[in-house]
């Protein structure tokens, strides 16, 4: 009986069936590039090889190929082997068609994600290649839950010296992005006894959720004309804050706000945790400290290398108030984080210097970028007010009242993907609501930028 696999050279999974070898192997050929399983141009095993691997004939192999090649199935050219056809592949008659996603804008201003045509591809390369000369056999294995020891040695150094947080390797937990990072806290929170988080009056609405779905309550914080209010309800036990450059309306927290904030943590045993998602990008300035450095022990600081190199790398980390890091450890225990060469390149991209070159390379091209948004705007819609500190990859863009909605209808006229200030909104935020736009101004490539700032004019009111 023929063996259903083919192995060598590559895998390929064949059931011949029906009254001889001949016939069945051939059906079953045919079969799987009508369906196609076998795209067009899939090279397939040398007759010899196929035969050897499939425990029959060789001259039963190639007359199988040679019937499908007289169908039309495959194609036999001299030093090309033998290959499926070019043809349409007809889907099984129950298969329903797949649903088509949106169109991609012509232009992207939707927040939340850098300039990934800029990512550093070639000192990533070398970084990547230094690393894994250089790591130790056990590198490849399941090792500390709480990622490789380099990063946390390299993080903690960076953060201390660039970010102002009082970092130590041991309370150092690399987790597979912030999304990750804030369900292991929650979960966490959770176990002990916290029912609600405090969070800003606008911010994203999937972190929200994903509080939620580990059975957290979200109330908002007050917000006035200075920004967030940090006057927590009594009920929580713990705040969610963006205090270097709120998410998405763009000023900081500020000095005795901050100070307000750590004195309830201390004073009601809550926690803050701290989302420092584009801390290092501030034009106007020296980017502020971290919130952790005022209090380590009641703060949770939250970093991400998603907005200074790519979110695809999902890397991100926690540093932990001593009393938290065994629960958070053993929380992370079986979860999937990023993987260990990732890690390490990181490490070794952090300790060569790349990554402090990167962010000031990053920092002069964003700067430039707010600076045409502020200029251009200030020149054609005189009635609209770009708010927000000089920092971070997006900005608000304050409307005349009831312009929200038809400003983005304009704009996915001009082919703009945009985002309005409304669903950044809490559903129980008190404060009146806003006319805005969220500008994104990190994602369009270099090259894009001129056409994406021209098209978001148009659409201006």
Same mark, same amino acid.
């Given at each position: 009986?023929?063996?259903?696999?083919?192995?060598?050279?590559?895998?390929?999974?064949?059931?011949?069936?029906?009254? /001889?070898?001949?016939?069945?192997?051939?059906?079953?050929?045919?079969?799987?590039?009508?369906?196609?399983?076998?795209?067009?141009?899939?090279?397939?095993?040398?007759?010899?090889?196929?035969?050897?691997?499939?425990?029959?004939?060789?001259?039963?192999?190639?007359?199988?190929?040679?019937?499908?090649?007289?169908?039309?199935?495959?194609?036999?050219?001299?030093?090309?082997?033998?290959?499926?056809?070019?043809?349409?592949?007809?889907?099984?008659?129950?298969?329903?068609?797949?649903?088509?996603?949106?169109?991609?804008? =012509?232009?992207?201003?939707?927040?939340?994600?850098?300039?990934?045509?800029?990512?550093?591809?070639?000192?990533?390369?070398?970084?990547?290649?230094?690393?894994?000369?250089?790591?130790?056999?056990?590198?490849?294995?399941?090792?500390?839950?709480?990622?490789?020891?380099?990063?946390?040695?390299?993080?903690?150094?960076?953060?201390?010296?660039?970010?102002?947080?009082?970092?130590?390797?041991?309370?150092?937990?690399?987790?597979? /992005?912030?999304? *990750?990072?804030?369900?292991?806290?929650?979960?966490?929170?959770?176990?002990?006894?916290?029912?609600?988080?405090?969070?800003?009056? @606008?911010?994203?609405? =999937?972190?929200?959720?994903?509080?939620?779905?580990?059975?957290?309550?979200?109330?908002?914080?007050?917000?006035?004309?200075?920004?967030?209010?940090?006057?927590?309800?009594?009920?929580?036990?713990?705040?969610?804050?963006?205090?270097? *450059?709120?998410?998405?309306?763009?000023?900081?927290? !500020?000095?005795?706000?901050?100070? =307000?904030?750590?004195?309830?943590?201390?004073?009601?045993?809550?926690?803050?945790?701290?989302?420092?998602?584009?801390?290092?990008?501030?034009?106007?300035?020296?980017?502020?400290?971290?919130?952790?450095?005022?209090?380590?022990?009641?703060?949770?600081?939250?970093?991400?290398?998603?907005?200074?190199?790519?979110?695809?790398?999902?890397?991100?980390?926690?540093?932990?108030?001593?009393?938290?890091?065994?629960?958070?450890?053993?929380?992370?225990?079986?979860?999937?984080?990023?993987?260990?060469?990732?890690?390490?390149? !990181?490490?070794?991209?952090?300790?060569?210097?790349?990554?402090?070159? *990167?962010?000031?390379?990053?920092?002069?091209? @964003?700067?430039?970028?707010?600076?045409?948004?502020?200029?251009?705007?200030?020149?054609?819609?005189?009635?609209?007010?770009?708010?927000?500190?000089?920092?971070?990859?997006?900005?608000?863009?304050?409307?005349?009242?009831?312009?929200?909605?038809?400003?983005?209808?304009?704009?996915?006229?001009?082919?703009?993907?945009?985002?309005?200030?409304?669903?950044?909104? *809490?559903?129980?935020?008190?404060?009146?609501?806003?006319?805005?736009?969220?500008?994104? @101004?990190?994602?369009?490539?270099?090259?894009?930028?001129? /056409?994406?700032?021209?098209?978001?004019?148009?659409?201006?009111?």
């Amino acid at each position: 009986m023929a063996k259903p696999w083919a192995t060598l050279g590559f895998d390929l999974h064949l059931e011949p069936a029906g009254p /001889g070898l001949r016939r069945g192997l051939t059906c079953a050929l045919r079969e799987a590039v009508r369906t196609g399983r076998l795209a067009p141009g899939t090279r397939l095993p040398s007759s010899r090889t196929l035969a050897a691997d499939l425990g029959i004939a060789r001259n039963t192999v190639a007359d199988a190929y040679a019937d499908l090649v007289a169908e039309g199935w495959l194609t036999a050219r001299q030093g090309s082997g033998t290959r499926v056809a070019d043809r349409a592949v007809v889907p099984p008659a129950d298969t329903a068609p797949l649903p088509r996603g949106p169109a991609r804008p =012509a232009y992207d201003l939707r927040p939340g994600t850098p300039d990934l045509a800029s990512f550093p591809r070639a000192e990533w390369l070398k970084a990547s290649r230094r690393a894994l000369t250089a790591a130790p056999n056990d590198a490849l294995g399941y090792g500390d839950p709480r990622g490789r020891p380099e990063l946390r040695g390299a993080l903690a150094g960076y953060l201390a010296r660039a970010r102002g947080v009082r970092a130590d390797p041991e309370r150092l937990l690399v987790c597979g /992005g912030f999304a *990750h990072g804030l369900t292991l806290l929650a979960t966490v929170l959770r176990a002990r006894g916290v029912h609600t988080v405090a969070v800003e009056s @606008y911010g994203l609405h =999937a972190h929200r959720d994903l509080l939620a779905a580990a059975g957290l309550r979200t109330v908002p914080l007050p917000l006035d004309a200075h920004g967030t209010d940090p006057d927590v309800p009594p009920d929580a036990g713990a705040v969610l804050l963006t205090p270097a *450059h709120q998410f998405p309306l763009g000023m900081p927290l !500020l000095p005795d706000r901050r100070a =307000a904030v750590v004195d309830w943590a201390r004073r009601t045993g809550g926690l803050v945790l701290e989302d420092d998602y584009d801390g290092e990008f501030r034009y106007d300035r020296q980017p502020v400290g971290a919130l952790q450095g005022l209090d380590p022990d009641r703060v949770v600081h939250l970093g991400t290398a998603s907005k200074s190199l790519a979110p695809g790398l999902r890397l991100a980390w926690m540093v932990l108030p001593p009393g938290l890091t065994d629960a958070l450890t053993a929380a992370r225990g079986g979860q999937d984080t990023s993987g260990a060469l990732d890690q390490l390149t !990181l490490a070794e991209f952090l300790s060569s210097g790349a990554y402090d070159r *990167h962010v000031r390379s990053a920092r002069l091209r @964003y700067r430039r970028r707010r600076d045409a948004l502020v200029a251009e705007v200030a020149a054609r819609a005189p009635e609209v007010r770009v708010t927000g500190i000089a920092a971070g990859l997006h900005a608000v863009l304050r409307l005349p009242h009831g312009t929200e909605q038809p400003v983005l209808r304009a704009a996915a006229w001009q082919g703009l993907g945009l985002h309005g200030l409304a669903p950044f909104r *809490h559903p129980d935020a008190t404060t009146d609501p806003v006319d805005a736009v969220v500008v994104g @101004y990190g994602t369009p490539p270099d090259h894009a930028w001129a /056409g994406a700032l021209e098209a978001l004019c148009r659409a201006l009111p």
